[in-house]
Structures are given as C-alpha cells and as structure tokens.
C-alpha cells in the first residue's frame, strides 16, 4: 500500500553529477547579493563530492537566504519563519543518510528560532547549518535584526539601533554539546568555499556564520571590513580552515589558533564587534550525535515489531 | 471494636455476625468510590478491585480522583486523591452519577467530593475512625463536626477502626491500609478471593514474597473484617461469562492512544510535556522502542510538531500528541502541513481552556480550533473517538487516511477518555497496520509533486530518495510543480484542491446511525467521550417511553453525510457537549447574539437547521443523571407547547 514497490534499492554508483544536476531555479537575489556566492559554493561542494541530488536535503526558514532550496536541484524544504532546524533535526531523524543542509539568517535562526537554535546545537545532528547574516531583515524591507550594530538605522528603528549587536558566536560556543562553529565571508569565495566545505565534513551539527552583504538595506555594514581586511582576523591552524596562501596573504591580521581550545575560541568570538574572526572557532568531532539515538529500530522488521506489540497487550491483558 | 460503628451499624453480636447467614442482594450495578490523601494507595487498591471485578466478567468503568496540587497538605478537601469504580452486569462507558457506597481514609477529602455532586443522600460512608481519637485535639473536633455534618447532608457514615485492625498486622498501616481496603469491598462486593489473591500477587510481584504475604494477610483481614461487621452484601452478576475465551485488555484512554500508535506502525512520536495529554507518552516510553519506535522529547510545541513534519516529509511515519494550549501554539506548522500536503497525525487530548484553564480537568473545547485555527483556509480531517477502545483504532485510521489524503489529521480525544479505565476487546494486530518501507524507486518522470487528480484533489507524493521526484517543497502559495507562485489562478486551484480532498472522503463515508428511534421529538446529537453517558441518559427516559434518541458523531471534518435527512425525522435537534454557550434565557442573550456550543455551530452552519445545544463547563464528565434531568425538562416544556 501506500506505492510501495519492490525494486526500491538503486545503483547510484555508476551515475556522475555535473554542476547543473544541484541547480535549481533561476536565483532571483538581487544582482551584488552575497547569497549568490554562497550558493555556488554549495553546488561546487555537492559536484566534488558528488552527493546524490535525491539524498540531499535542503531546508531554510523564511528571509531572503531562505529561497535557497529553491535554486538547488536536490530535495528541498522552504517552511516557515524561525523553524528550519526542527524540521531539518526531524528529517534527519529517521533518515540518518540523508545530507541535510539548512539555509537561514540572522533573524530567522538568532531571532524567532533562537529557541530552536540553542538545542538544535544541543541534539548535533549531522547537519551542515548556514547562517547569513547581513545585519538585517531583508525580505520584509530593512528592520532592525538581532545581530543589527549599535546605531544602525532601519526602519523599526529609524534613529538608529537602541541594542548592541547580539554575539551569536558566543551563545553558539556556550551551548553544551556543541561540535563545530566556523564564520565567513561571501566577499573571498575561496575562503567561503572551505569553511562551508570543513562544515560538510564535521559528522555533526556544524554553524556557520556567514557575513553576508546586503547591497540593498545593508550596504555599509561590511564595507568597512572589505576597505580595510586587517579589522579581520583570519584563524589559522592545520586543523582548522585552510586556504591558499596567496588568499590568506590579503588578511594582515593572522593568529594561530587549535579549534579543539573551548576557552581560546570564546576570548577570540567575545573580541567582535571590534575584531571579526573568519575561520574555525571551535571544533570537536567526537560529540555524540542525536541521530544515532533515534534512527535506533529503523531496520526493525514487521515479525519483531508484531511481537512486541503483542508483549505490550500481553502486559494489559486480564 | 468502636463505639461509633457498635451504634451505627446494627450488629447482635461479633462473634455471630448476622449479614453471614444473609445471601447477598442481587444489584445490576454499583459506583463504588475511595478517597484518601494522595500517596495512600487508593487508586492502586481500585484498579485492583476493577481488575477482579473484569475478570469476574462485569462491565466496569474506573477514572481516578486526582488532587489538584503535587504536594497538597494532609487532611484538607483540596488533597482528595483517589478512584471511582462503576462495575455493573452490563458494558460500562461512562463513570455514572452519584457514588453508592465511598471508603474514605480521612473526613476532610469527601468535602471536595461532595461539593462537586459525586454523592447523593443515602450514599454509605465507610470512614476511618482514627482521627476521633487523635493527640490532636483539633483533628478530633475537625472529624466529629465533619461526621455530623455528613449525616445531616443524608450521607450514611460508618465509622470503620481500619488503622487498629491494620496495625494487627503491620507498624505502618499508612502503606498497607488500602489492601484492607481492597479486602473490605471484596467482601462487600461478594468477590472471588482467590482472583484477588492472584491480583494482590501480581501487583507486588516486583517486591517479593515477604511483601506479598503481607498485603495478602492485609486484604484477607479487611475481608474477614467486612464479614463480620458490615451489613451490606452484594452480588453483581457477570455482563459477559467469567474467564470467557474473549480476550480482553485494560488501558485508560491515553494507554489506547499509545497502543494506537504502536499498531500504526508510527516510527516516530514528537512531543512537549503537557496535560492531560503526556501520560500517552508516558506509556510509550517505557515500550516504544520495543516495536522500533523513537520519543523526541522536542525543546517546545512547535518544534515538536515541526520535527515530525520533517520526519514525515522524508518519508516516516510521525505523529505527535497533545492538549489546547501545545494545539494553539502548533497551529501554524499545521498550517504549513495542510498547505504542502504532508501527512501527519496530531492527537489532541483536550482540556479545559482557554489559556491554562482547567488543566486536569475534561473539556470539549478545541473543536473550532482544530477546524479553523489556522489563519486563511485549512482544511484537514479531523475525527474523535467515543469510547477508550476507539482511542486505539482511530490512530490507525488517522495514519491511513493522513496518506491516503495527504494531509494532517487530529484525533480528537479527552482528559475523559484520557483518564477513564474500562476492560475492551483485545484487538489483533495486522501487518497492513504498520508502515510499510518507503519507496524509493526512481519518481515517475514528468509526474509533477503534486499531480493533482481533478476530481478528487489527491495526488501521489515523491520521498526523498527517489530520483526524478527532487522538488522543494513550500509553505508559501505554489504551483502543481511545488513552484510558488503569487498569481491568483494558481492560489485559487490549490485553495480548490486541498479542500476538495475533504469532499472525496465525505463521499466514501456512511451516514451515522441513530441509538434509538429514527423519528421522534428530540434528538441528542453528540461527539467524543460524552457517548456513554448520552446514550444511558437516552435510554433510560426511553425506558419511561419518552421520544428522543440519539446519534453521535465520529467525524467532524468532513461532517458524516446524510445529516440533514436523519434530522428531518426529529422535531428538535438538540447537541450535547463539553464546552461553552450561552444558556437562550441570560440576560441579554437573544437568538441573535447566543454563542452556541462548538459542534452546534458547525452543524447550524453546514445544515441550515435550527440546531439547539446545551452544555456546561464544569470540567466534569457528562453524567448519565444530568443530560437524562435535562432531556426530560425539555420533552415536558414541549409536551406543555405542543
């Protein structure tokens, strides 16, 4: 019942993937948008290492990044404001071999979701979660978002942001369970492409922070780090993010730092506004992961589950 | 022995009791109620009792007495703890009316009983008389004047020394006092010992022999006791042969919810702590994954329900349970799962509301909210068992027709059914009930997501894995294609599909059928938990050959079809039920601004008949007594029109 059929079971070895077979629709972001870049940097990601397009998932909230499921050719799951990631976790459940991606933004996740957000961390599912963050709510017209800069004008606060900035790295970095934070920049593909690419490697729930331009309502919000890279620090380690040299050579600013250090990554997130670190705060790949909990039982067959549940009316029976 | 119970009870003398040549009276049925302060055993001590009675073959109905604090204070009206037992020679559906016979551990718990109509004058007391002789003298006090009070109220107190005869046996007669309890009504109830023996047995199993023993020596001097001093002696005999070859189970409404998940093959249940609905998962987490089942305990509501619809959309079978206010605040994923079409089952254990409300206490309030909550328009099935035993069964009727139409569907239930306890046939579980595995064959090509059959607006469904079917699924306005679209032909035909799969399902249906006459002069319409008790009220003022049936509803969307024929053969249509309207005669009511109960309105709207209703919001079940005082108001008011 139901459309079940028999020859379930496929051969997908033998099939290649080009860069079309992960696109989807025509991208409708305004020209200069920096969910552009991060959206060929997912594809290429998908092409090199050739992810069934049938057993990826792309899931994402409401906002402007949220359409990005629909420009990719894999599965996709656009739902509703704030709840990507218990979508994405249920998803994940029960089908621990699919690859999730979750496409959200600085309001949908660290906003109306933040609740999802801090257990979503917790549960670390594999999951490669991509936060773009331009410092507003876009889709709806310039509001003022919780990562928004002390004095930024919007139009809910039209005199200029009344809070400081939230810091969603420290939040991230405080939750218990936490397995991989990484931050980027849709302005050096070189270095987005790794971050995202490290992400997609970690078995786990892994957040990246995304600096995402917004030529429309928040055109200035980064230009000062793109004028001036040395307000930049680039992390660097061999277990961390690594590029080329000759891309590493335009960030002045450089520190060494061991992902597997909790304390050193929080000091180095707790420095913005005034330093914006870029590659790989915290990472750890041992951190249990919620799907291997609950896939237990998904290969249980009909004579077993049918003998258990006549052990639970056995047990109520009189 | 006591002076009060030498006086009250007339005994010649205890070493010839006179009830022991007496045969017992034959009685049909009898609601039988213990009362103490919680952590005191009664509720073990009444499903035991319920247990021997179901095995002796009578029909019984039991729903425990919950305080309406964790911790309340010892002794006080607020901390009644306990259990009612209805047991007859008939099948119980409902917990019946005023109490007839109550064993009260202290006097201070009956006054909370008493002030929500559980006894009648003439109900018999059988107190424990400790508190007369307590150090305190203001306990002492507080229980003579209580004592007195009662029996000016008609309530017949005996006041019973069941600690003395408990301490015979025991230094702590607090923990084993409701095993003599057990004993005194097994007498009193004229039941088989040794099956009580056998139950007492397998309710200590876990603690050993020396536990058991004593508990069997508790219940045996509890039952000696009764022999030899109480008067009251009864038989009921069996609704169905004793120990017959059907095979029967015992679960509360809330366990059957949890069965009905097992047997429907859900691979995942998704939920948020909330009453009166967690018990459910209560029970399936000690089993579920017995049958290869996962509990997500989610972070809040709305990630509970968003969890299970991403479970759902990849192709498992997912559900989660609930009550009004985790149902408010999962509204727009319902919304999002009516919209894109993703199966799922949500079962709603009702409460009393709005808000907080009555937490622990029944209501039938949450059906316009599962019909209309969501903003714009959402149509999905939404169906409510009656009776415990259809708790079961309508998860896996849920989980069929969640697939089948593609679409969320709410189990209507309540604290009634979640908290009622009654023995029903033991059903046999099928292979087709469970989840078959997901398809994952390449999706047809050129078969779009949502290939919608025009006729019936159903449409097969591509799962994540199979190749061809990639699609993006949104809950914004989309196309056949799963494309969103914001142009109004394209929001239009899906508005006309989504809600013309609730008219296919409407055609496959069968009309209800009426208990009672076809025609008559008034018609009780009802739906939920409130059944049993519509149906005795019914049957009894037919038995005085009063005119008036009943019919009561399992779908609520879509309606069961041939409504308006079977009300044409009924002078008044009249809805019965659980939840808030405006009684005709308040002030400042009149036919054009009375809020009418939820039910009625729905079927004034979709009928067009002057549908009347009369409900309350007491946070009680419906009792048999009052619905059948009511249809008897109104047959006479009519006879006095006509």
């Known amino acids: 019942m139901f459309g079940l059929k028999a020859d379930w079971s496929l051969d997908i070895k033998k099939r290649y993937f080009a860069l079309g077979d992960y696109a989807g629709g025509e991208a409708r972001w305004c020209p200069g948008c920096g969910d552009h870049t991060v959206l060929t940097a997912i594809q290429r990601i998908c092409r090199d290492k050739q992810l069934p397009p049938e057993k990826t998932v792309c899931v994402s909230g409401i906002g402007c990044s949220s359409r990005l499921p629909h420009y990719m050719g894999t599965y996709g799951f656009h739902g509703l404001h704030g709840r990507a990631l218990p979508v994405a976790c249920g998803i994940k459940s029960r089908r621990p071999e699919l690859d999730i991606w979750v496409a959200t933004g600085d309001g949908d996740c660290y906003s109306i979701g933040a609740g999802h957000w801090i257990h979503a961390v917790r549960y670390n599912m594999d999951m490669t979660v991509l936060v773009f963050d331009n410092n507003v709510y876009a889709l709806t017209k310039k509001q003022t978002s919780p990562t928004s800069g002390l004095g930024l004008k919007t139009n809910t606060h039209p005199e200029g942001a009344i809070l400081a900035a939230h810091n969603p790295l420290t939040t991230t970095l405080g939750i218990s369970n936490v397995s991989f934070v990484a931050q980027t920049i849709d302005w050096n593909p070189a270095h987005l492409y790794e971050t995202i690419k490290a992400a997609h490697e970690h078995k786990g729930f892994s957040l990246v922070s995304i600096l995402q331009r917004c030529p429309v309502y928040s055109p200035d919000v980064f230009q000062c780090l793109q004028d001036d890279p040395s307000q930049v620090l680039l992390l660097t380690d061999e277990k961390g993010i690594t590029i080329e040299k000759n891309v590493a050579r335009l960030f002045p600013n450089q520190q060494e730092h061991d992902p597997s250090n909790m304390s050193k990554a929080y000091d180095i997130a707790a420095a913005q506004p005034d330093s914006i670190p870029i590659g790989l705060l915290y990472h750890n790949p041992e951190a249990p992961r919620y799907e291997q909990l609950s896939s237990v039982g998904n290969d249980m067959g009909m004579e077993e589950k049918l003998t258990a549940f006549n052990k639970a009316l056995d047990d109520l029976a009189i | ?642």
């Open chain 2, 1 to 642: 022995m006591s002076k009060a119970l030498e006086t009250a009870l007339p005994i010649e003398s205890r070493d010839a009791p006179i009830n022991q040549a007496k045969p017992p009276i034959e009685i049909d049925e009898h609601i039988v109620e213990i009362v103490s302060d919680s952590g005191e055993g009664a509720q073990k001590a009444g499903q035991t009792f319920g247990t021997i009675s179901a095995k002796m073959g009578n029909g019984v109905w039991t729903v425990e007495i919950i305080p309406a604090e964790i911790k309340p204070p010892a002794r006080s009206p607020a901390g009644a703890s306990g259990i009612r037992i209805r047991l007859g020679s008939r099948y119980m559906t409902n917990m019946g009316d005023a109490a007839d016979i109550v064993v009260a551990l202290n006097e201070q718990v009956l006054y909370s009983r008493i002030a929500t109509h559980a006894y009648k004058p003439g109900t018999v007391i059988l107190l424990e008389n400790k508190w007369l002789t307590d150090p305190n003298p203001k306990i002492q006090q507080q229980y003579q004047s209580a004592v007195a009070e009662f029996r000016e109220h008609g309530l017949i107190v005996y006041e019973v020394q069941m600690e003395e005869e408990c301490l015979k046996l025991t230094p702590r007669p607090r923990l084993g006092k409701n095993m003599f309890v057990l004993g005194l009504l097994c007498h009193i109830y004229n039941r088989d010992l040794e099956k009580a023996y056998h139950e007492v047995e397998q309710t200590f199993a876990k603690k050993g022999p020396k536990v058991i023993d004593l508990n069997h020596k508790l219940l045996q001097a509890g039952y000696d006791f009764a022999k030899a001093n109480i008067e009251y002696h009864y038989d009921i005999p069996p609704w169905r042969a004793a120990d017959s070859t059907d095979r029967f189970i015992v679960t509360n409404g809330n366990q059957a919810l949890g069965l009905g998940v097992m047997a429907s093959g859900m691979e995942l249940l998704s939920m948020y702590p909330i009453t009166p609905a967690t018990s459910a998962s209560h029970y399936l987490a000690d089993i579920f994954h017995n049958v290869g089942g996962f509990i997500h305990q989610a972070e809040d509501e709305i990630a509970a329900v968003g969890f299970a619809i991403g479970s759902s959309y990849a192709g498992k079978t997912a559900c989660t349970i609930t009550s009004g206010p985790g149902l408010a605040l999962k509204t727009e994923c319902l919304g999002l799962a009516v919209m894109a079409e993703v199966p799922l089952v949500i079962c709603v254990v009702q409460r009393g509301g709005p808000a907080t409300g009555l937490p622990t206490k029944v209501e039938q309030g949450d059906l316009l909210a599962s019909l209309y909550g969501e903003p714009g328009d959402a149509p999905k099935i939404v169906i409510a068992p009656a009776t415990i035993e259809e708790c079961l069964h309508f998860v896996i009727m849920a989980r069929k027709l969640a697939e089948t139409f593609r679409t969320p569907v709410i189990v209507l239930t309540d604290a009634n059914l979640a908290t009622g306890v009654q023995p029903y046939p033991r059903p046999e579980p099928k292979a087709e009930w469970l989840a078959s595995p997901i398809d994952q064959s390449p999706w047809q090509k050129g078969v779009p997501p949502y290939n919608w059959d025009d006729e019936t607006g159903l449409s097969p469904r591509p799962i994540v894995g199979q190749a061809g079917g990639e699609y993006v699924l949104t809950g914004l306005a989309h196309t056949y294609q799963s494309k969103v679209a914001y142009d109004s032909e394209s929001n239009q035909r899906g508005c006309t599909m989504r809600s013309r799969k609730l008219a296919a399902l409407w055609s496959t249906l069968k009309p209800p059928e009426i208990h009672g006459n076809s025609e008559g002069d008034l018609l009780v319409v009802g739906w939920g938990s409130t059944m049993g008790a519509i149906e005795e009220a019914v049957d009894h003022a037919r038995a005085e050959g009063l005119p008036v049936s009943s019919l009561h509803l399992r779908f609520l969307s879509p309606l069961e079809p041939g409504l308006k024929n079977l009300f044409s053969k009924f002078k008044n249509i009249l809805t019965v039920e659980i939840n808030y309207s405006d009684e005709a005669d308040m002030p400042l009511i009149n036919p054009e601004n009375r809020r009418y109960t939820q039910l009625a309105i729905i079927l004034r709207a979709q009928l067009l008949v002057d549908v009347d209703c009369w409900s309350n919001v007491h946070g009680q079940p419906m009792q048999p007594g009052i619905i059948y005082n009511e249809l008897t108001r109104r047959l006479n008011a009519m006879k006095g029109d006509a």
